[in-house]
């Protein structure tokens, strides 16, 4: 696609998705194209009031969105990654993966500086039951109560007195400039990331050449080779949002040389019990084969016995 050409991205409305979409589009433009935005209002944005673990999640934020891109009203769509389907449908491809944000959480408060100093009984709002399960695992001793809402809502709500910390995603945070109660990144040892978390998507037609093209100076390798990784395993353990698992690649220095290393937590909804694996990259391996090895191991120590009590 030469440049000047017209571009058509599709987006959720939020605060959050349009900085995303307005980020893409930024870029694209300065590669001398000519972009648009299309807001798509998703079933996620009419049902903002549910918990999603109770009626389930899958393209709950997206399949408007592909609609759209399918019937050629937009071009490309973007994404948060974590929002899409592990499997996509073949008509669309992920034409790039921009470098990840922070993929960790943030515990967000306006009196306690780290989430290990919180009092017996304090309250954390959170609706994630990824975030709940592990928390849990730490801190028997607290409150987890349902926090729904976009970024700035959650924020009011805490500032209200409804909790005393919340957690939120710390990629939201820094991209809206909303840092000013994050009180702690929390360790990715204490609270595993949800796979893709901080990464976004750009989904394209699959047959789309030229649009694929045009995006291409946006993929990001590594990025692509942790959340290929990641969303391997997910697929392979059959989860979404509804079932807590936390999976997370990354690269780490080991005798001067670099590796992947991922790692999955799948817990029961309580904290009480808990499968946590660690494995090493081998050097012939794709980063699909790497997850599905992940999923592999994790049921054999037992996740999926954790995975049918859901």
């Known amino acids: 696609m030469s440049s000047g050409s017209r571009i058509r991205i599709g987006s959720r409305g939020s605060e959050l998705a349009?900085?995303?979409?307005h980020h893409v589009a930024a870029a694209l433009r300065g590669a001398g194209h000519t972009v648009e935005i299309e807001v798509i209002r998703t079933t996620g944005d009419r049902l903002q009031g549910v918990a999603f673990n109770k009626v389930g999640t899958k393209g709950m934020f997206t399949?408007?969105?592909?609609?759209?891109?399918?019937?050629?009203?937009v071009d490309l769509a973007v994404h948060s990654l974590k929002d899409l389907p592990t499997e996509l449908h073949p008509a669309f491809a992920l034409a790039a993966l921009p470098r990840r944000a922070d993929p960790r959480d943030a515990f967000v408060s306006k009196e306690f500086a780290t989430f290990?100093?919180?009092?017996?009984?304090?309250?954390?709002?959170?609706?994630?039951?990824?975030?709940?399960?592990?928390?849990?695992?730490?801190?028997?001793?607290?409150?987890?109560?349902?926090?729904r809402g976009n970024v700035d809502t959650r924020l009011r709500k805490l500032e209200s007195g409804e909790a005393e910390a919340c957690i939120l995603a710390?990629?939201?945070l820094d991209r809206l400039e909303r840092t000013g109660l994050l009180r702690e990144r929390l360790s990715t040892e204490i609270v595993c990331p949800a796979a893709g978390q901080g990464a976004l998507a750009i989904e394209v037609r699959g047959g789309d050449l030229a649009i694929a093209e045009a995006l291409h100076f946006l993929d990001d390798a590594e990025t692509r080779f942790a959340v290929t990784a990641e969303r391997a395993a997910l697929h392979a353990l059959g989860g979404g949002c509804q079932v807590p698992i936390g999976i997370y690649c990354e690269q780490h220095q080991q005798q001067g040389q670099t590796h992947w290393q991922i790692r999955g937590s799948v817990l029961l909804p309580e904290g009480r019990a808990a499968v946590r694996v660690a494995l090493e990259h081998r050097t012939e391996e794709d980063p699909r084969a790497l997850g599905e090895r992940l999923a592999e191991e994790l049921l054999r120590q037992g996740a999926g016995a954790l995975l049918a009590a859901e």
Do not use: N
């Open 63 to 73: 399949k408007e969105i592909e609609e759209a891109l399918a019937d050629g009203r």
């Open 18 to 21: 349009m900085w995303q979409a």
């Open 116 to 147: 290990a100093s919180l009092p017996p009984g304090a309250r954390v709002g959170t609706s994630s039951l990824r975030r709940q399960s592990q928390l849990r695992a730490h801190r028997h001793d607290l409150q987890y109560v349902e926090f």
């Open 170 to 172: 710390c990629a939201g």
